[in-house]
């Protein structure tokens, strides 16, 4: 049951973004992305911390420089392919519909458009502590 709510809540995300969002603003990127804020609230149940949903958008052929995130992250695959790399683990290859989770902190050292011809976008979810930002980058 638990399965089929997250489902449906991201299938109504991703139709609503794929809809297109009216508040949607555009945010500086750290690397070649770009980011739309689609919302961003101050979370009444969770001292500290701010919801924010988003969209990352990669051109083909793009990638984000290496960061990480402060906050957890749950990203969800609305269009396209793309390829991501956390910490020490594979490279992995994600398509739409595909969906993964980073735990705050981890190294995101890889994310890229998989195909150098397509565009590709996630819709992510962020909790975020107060005042951090989106992502932070990674020292070279």
Known sequence: MQSTMIKLSVAIAAAMLLAGAAQAHD?????????TVLQA??????????????????APGQASNPHRHPGSVFAYVAEGEVISKLDD??????????????SPGMRHVVSRNASDSMPAKLLVFLLLPDGAQVAEPLAK
């Open 27 to 35: 945010v500086a990127t750290d690397g070649k992305e770009a980011r």
């Open 41 to 58: 609230r101050q979370l009444a149940d969770v001292a500290n911390t701010k919801g924010m949903m988003l969209t990352v958008t990669y």
């Open 89 to 102: 683990g594979p490279e992995v290859h994600y398509k739409a519909g595909d969906s993964w989770y980073e």
